[in-house]
């Protein structure tokens, strides 16, 4: 007989790691809401490519640029308490061309809002990398479509954005010399150490900062604290939020929101407006990329 054990895949790690220091609380926040029915982020990527595209060698790249970057071969895993990520040596990762150059421009505008809407409902499964898809749309002459959709755990904006410089650099490196072999990038182990580094040295100085307030606070009992300070919500040009104590001037391009009190109220005021943290002008970039239905 043979038991149920044996009829399970084997499943390849290249190697567990530890989470950077943001991911904790976003991997705990995607868990608690897939567990709850709530929203579970995820971000696409909409960009127009007015250009001819080589396919065979934008697949190509991709392949080398998930080959080159850990991250794009990570699941995630909540084991009770022990939070952790593992790498896959290899993963197959989901990569489509369409071909939509028959299409009159409404049907290539609906037939793209509604493959949209349909990758933005069919989300991921965090232990199963990689956490990413790809569609290229070909509209017309030197005129594509890429739709890149990925959890928000693995890449905040920063970084999808240098990994998109990577991936046109190497493009064009494959174009010219289609067997070139670029050179590997930094283990992300790496990038986890920097990044601890960096978040213990802020700690550090947060630390002797406020030890430096409290000290000032003693000499200057007027000296502004979290206990006797009024906030105030601010926000600008771009529809981000910020505290700043009542009293103080704005900044430029900052206006009131109408909305004072103590720091714990400021904050919550604020999570529960500031639900998309991406700036009004990339909002209505992504939004001009991606074709609206028509009204009915």
Not at 19 to 42: K, N
Not at 142 to 169: E, P
Not at 176 to 196: A, D, K
Not at 219 to 244: G, S
């Amino acid at each position: 007989m043979v038991s149920q054990n044996q009829l399970r895949p084997v499943i390849k790690i290249q190697e567990s790691q530890p989470l950077s220091p943001m991911q904790p609380d976003v991997l705990s926040h995607s868990l608690s809401a897939a567990h709850s029915g709530g929203t579970i982020e995820q971000v696409q990527v909409i960009g127009t490519l007015p250009r001819e595209i080589n396919v065979a060698a934008f697949h190509r790249t991709w392949e080398r640029v998930v080959e080159q970057h850990a991250i794009l071969r990570t699941g995630f895993h909540w084991d009770g308490l022990q939070l952790g990520r593992e790498v896959r040596p290899r993963v197959r990762f989901h990569f489509e061309h369409k071909d939509w150059r028959g299409l009159t421009e409404h049907g290539q505008k609906s037939r793209l809002a509604a493959y949209l809407q349909a990758e933005r409902r069919r989300g991921f499964t965090l232990s199963a990398p990689p956490l990413m898809r790809l569609t290229l749309f070909r509209l017309g002459q030197a005129k594509y479509i890429l739709a890149w959709t990925f959890r928000q755990l693995l890449l905040d904006s920063c970084a999808a954005v240098a990994l998109l410089n990577n991936v046109f650099r190497l493009y064009k490196a494959f174009c010219r010399e289609p067997h070139c072999e670029p050179l590997p990038p930094r283990p992300y182990r790496h990038s986890i150490g920097v990044m601890r580094w960096s978040s213990s040295q802020f700690d550090n100085k947060r630390i002797k900062l406020n030890s430096r307030t409290a000290r000032s606070a003693k000499k200057n009992p007027m000296a502004e604290n979290e206990e006797n300070t009024t906030y105030k919500v601010v926000v600008n040009h771009e529809e981000q939020y910020a505290i700043r104590p009542a009293h103080r001037a704005n900044a430029p391009h900052w206006r009131d929101t109408g909305k004072t009190g103590d720091h714990a109220e400021c904050l919550q005021y604020i999570k529960s407006f500031w639900t998309d943290m991406r700036p009004l002008s990339l909002r209505k970039k992504i939004a001009e990329a991606s074709p609206q239905k028509s009204a009915a």
